[in-house]
């Protein structure tokens, strides 16, 4: 089994920076991909960003793209979402999720965190 551990959420101004952090335990090893989603009140869970185990292959989604960007440093079992240029409807709770099969872009998430909020503030 992962264990997933996300920090870095709080409250920021329009336009500010967060930086979310993803720490995975456990079963570490085993994880192929990494991927971030968030929900925001009243909404669907929706895809933010995924990278593979390398770091060598990222996906973004549209609403985010030129804003946040997904990476990975192995050396510290870390996955990081840099969020840039935060808009109000930026404003969700942030999950990190695991895929434990060699697919890419994957499909499915075998193991989420608890998530950690992001409220961006005008």
């Known amino acids: 089994q992962v264990r997933l551990v996300e920090s870095g959420g709080g409250l920021v101004q329009a336009g500010g920076s967060l930086r979310l952090s993803c720490a995975p335990s456990?079963?570490?090893?085993?994880?192929?991909?990494m991927g971030w989603f968030r929900q925001a009140p009243g909404k669907e869970r929706e895809f933010v960003a995924a990278i593979n185990r390398s770091g060598g292959s990222t996906l973004h989604a549209d609403s985010v793209k030129g804003r946040f960007t997904i990476s990975i440093d192995n050396a510290k079992n870390m996955v990081y979402l840099q969020t840039n240029s935060l808009k109000l409807e930026d404003t969700a709770v942030y999950y990190c999720?695991?895929?434990?099969?060699?697919?890419?872009?994957?499909?499915?998430?075998?193991?989420w965190g608890q998530g950690t909020q992001v409220t961006v503030s005008s």
């Open positions: 456990g079963r570490a090893f085993s994880w192929y991909s």
């Open positions: 999720a695991a895929a434990m099969r060699d697919d890419w872009p994957p499909y499915d998430y075998n193991y």
